[in-house]
């Protein structure tokens, strides 16, 4: 099955940029879909189709998508950007939603 | 504005049942597929089951497979989640979310209900 690694924990000094990636085989093939969860919240999507942004979601937050590996980047980090991210794809093989490991962002 | 509230969760033994809903309001419900995803406590998302907005089409989690049964009716505009079989591993918080599309394959996971907790323990 296919499997979407992100780093457990990126760590970033607020006003500087976050950069969360998320690796897969091949993962520039698909659409990658972003996430963001925060403690005892349901998760909001920040980004979708690799970099569109859905409405409400700030210009910080932007994505990127090739070879072998997708990335959020949040740009200007705020105190308020500390959570949980997700990214995920639909693989087509198996006919499974697949979402990576989630990475805990910390704003120093 | 698009709402999603996840019911039905509870404290059930190993081997039980139980029958997950979600009501849906603020779009058209039977345009668009849906999806249940679980959370375990302290771990990450795992996709759990998706349905397209006809019903025609399921997809199940291989961890799942064979156990639950996904579903809606279109005319109550409710998703649900029929368990069976239950296991400790089973134990987590289930969100129910709305796919952008009427089709499971293609799309993305727009909104996200608060979740229900379903714990499996004797």
């Known amino acids: 099955s296919y499997v979407l690694t992100q780093p457990p924990s990126v760590s970033v000094a607020p006003g500087q940029t976050a950069r969360i990636t998320c690796g897969g085989n091949n993962i520039g093939s698909k659409n990658v879909h972003w996430c963001q969860q925060k403690p005892g919240q349901a998760p909001v999507l920040v980004i979708y189709y690799d970099r569109d942004r859905p409405s409400g979601i700030p210009e910080r937050f932007s994505g990127s998508n090739s070879g072998n590996t997708a990335t959020l980047t949040i740009s200007r980090v705020e105190a308020g950007d500390e959570a949980d991210y997700f990214c995920q794809v639909w693989d087509s093989s198996s006919d499974h939603w697949v979402f990576g490991g989630g990475t805990k962002l910390t704003v120093l | 504005e698009v709402q999603l509230v996840e019911s039905g969760g509870g404290l059930v033994q190993p081997g039980g049942s139980l029958r997950l809903s979600c009501a849906a309001s603020g779009f058209t419900f039977n345009t668009y597929a849906m999806s249940w995803v679980r959370q375990a406590p302290g771990k990450g998302l795992e996709w759990v089951s998706a349905?397209?907005?006809?019903?025609?089409?399921?997809y199940y989690a291989d961890s799942v497979k064979g156990r639950f049964t996904i579903s809606r009716d279109n005319s109550k505009n409710t998703l649900y989640l029929q368990m069976n079989s239950l296991r400790a591993e089973d134990t987590a918080v289930y969100y129910c979310?709305?796919?952008?599309?009427?089709?499971?394959?293609?799309?993305?996971?727009?909104?996200w209900g608060r979740g229900t907790l379903v714990t499996v323990s004797s």
């Open positions: 349905i397209s907005g006809s019903g025609a089409s399921t």
């Open positions: 979310a709305k796919v952008d599309t009427a089709m499971v394959t293609f799309g993305y996971f727009d909104y």
